[in-house]
C-alpha cells in the first residue's frame, strides 16, 4: 500500500522544453491526493526557485524535499487545505526574488516542520572559494532564503536559460563563509573534466549530476534525496516500502531504487529507466497521469 509519493520535477512535472506544467500532470497529483495519498516533492531546487518560477503552480503538496535532501520540511495538512481553498496554490508570480525575509507562499518552510537542514562544511566552501581563485568559474550559493552568484559567466547564463531561470544577484562569495549565513548547496558551473577534479579536492562533499548540462549540485558528502526521503517517511511514520517516487534523471536513481515502487519517466535516463519497477510514458505523453493510474491500479488489486 503507498501511502506517500515523491514528484521529481525538472523533466517529471515540467518539460524542460517548454517550461509549462502539462494539465494531465496537474490532474495527477490531484488524484493521488483524493485517494488519501501524501503528495510531496523531491528536487533538487531551492524552495525559493518553486516559488519564483511556479514550479507547483496548480498543485498541492504537503512535503518537500529540497536541494537534493540539504533542506526538507513538512507542512501541517489543515494548512495546505486551507490554501488550495483560497486558490493560493494558483498563485502566479511574475517577477523574482532572491532574497526573501517574510513568507510568501503557501509552501513557505516557515509554515512547515524542518526535519532535515544541514549545511556544506565551512571548510569545503573555503576549498571552493580557493580553486575559484586558480581557475575562475561561476558558481551559485544557496542559502535558506538567499540565493546569489560569485560572478556572471557565459556558462551561467547559458545553464540559467537551460532551465528557464533567471540570472542572481552578484554577491561577495566571502559571505559563504560567515557562520551566520550557512549555505546549503552550491551550485559550480563547469565541464564534466573540471567537476571531476573539483570532486577530488573536497571529501566531504558529493557532487551530484542531474543533466547534461554544466552544472552540478554539491551537497555534504552523505546527503541525498534519499536521505531527504528517509527523514520525511520517519516524521510521517511511513516505511521506505509504503512511498513511491517518480523521477527522470541521474539525482533520482537512489530514490527510485530506495522507495517501494520506483517509476522512471519515459523520457528518463536510460540509468535511471534501469533502477525503476515501471516505467511510464514520457512527460509530453501525458506520463505522470498513467504513474498515478498505475499506482492507484495496485492499490485496489
Known amino acids: 500500500m503507498i501511502k506517500i509519493i515523491f514528484f521529481d520535477i525538472d523533466g517529471t512535472l515540467r518539460p524542460f522544453e517548454t517550461g509549462i506544467i502539462p494539465e494531465s500532470a496537474r490532474n495527477a497529483v490531484r488524484k493521488a491526493h483524493e485517494a488519501g495519498i501524501v503528495t510531496a516533492i523531491a528536487t533538487g531546487r531551492h524552495w525559493m526557485e518553486l516559488y519564483n518560477e511556479n514550479l507547483i503552480e496548480g498543485m498541492r503538496f504537503e512535503a518537500f524535499v529540497t536541494q537534493d535532501g540539504e533542506y526538507c520540511y513538512i507542512l501541517p495538512p489543515d494548512h495546505v487545505d486551507r490554501a488550495v481553498e483560497a486558490g493560493a496554490h494558483l498563485h502566479h508570480v511574475s517577477h523574482y526574488q532572491f532574497e526573501m525575509q517574510d513568507p510568501v507562499c ?48 557565459p556558462e551561467l547564463l547559458e545553464v540559467l536559460y537551460d532551465i528557464k531561470t533567471h540570472q542572481p ?3 561577495d562569495p566571502k559571505r559563504a563563509l560567515d557562520p551566520e549565513h550557512p549555505v546549503f548547496m552550491l551550485i559550480p558551473v563547469m565541464s564534466m573534466e573540471e567537476s ?11 557532487l551530484v549530476r542531474w543533466s547534461d548540462g554544466l552544472s552540478f549540485d554539491l551537497t555534504k558528502k552523505g546527503v541525498s534525496k534519499v536521505s531527504g526521503i528517509d527523514a520525511v517517511l520517519s516524521s510521517y511514520g511511513f516505511q521506505p516500502q509504503e512511498a513511491a517516487a517518480i523521477g527522470d534523471g541521474w539525482n533520482d536513481i537512489g530514490m527510485l531504487q530506495h522507495c517501494g515502487l520506483g517509476i522512471a519517466m ?34 485496489n488489486s
Open 106 to 153: 503557501y509552501f513557505d518552510p516557515r509554515y512547515g516542520t524542518i526535519v532535515q537542514k544541514i549545511e556544506i562544511p565551512k571548510n569545503q566552501i573555503q576549498k571552493v572559494l580557493a580553486l575559484c581563485e586558480q581557475k575562475p568559474f561561476a558558481c551559485l550559493f544557496q542559502e535558506e532564503r538567499q540565493i546569489y552568484a560569485n560572478m556572471v559567466t
Open 169 to 171: 544577484p552578484v554577491v
Open 196 to 206: 571531476l577534479l573539483l570532486e577530488k579536492e573536497l571529501p566531504d562533499c558529493d
Open 266 to 299: 519515459g523520457n528518463a535516463k536510460e540509468e535511471c529507466k534501469a533502477a525503476a519497477d515501471y516505467i511510464c510514458p514520457s512527460i509530453h505523453e501525458d506520463g505522470v497521469a498513467h504513474a498515478i493510474d498505475y499506482i492507484l491500479s495496485l492499490q
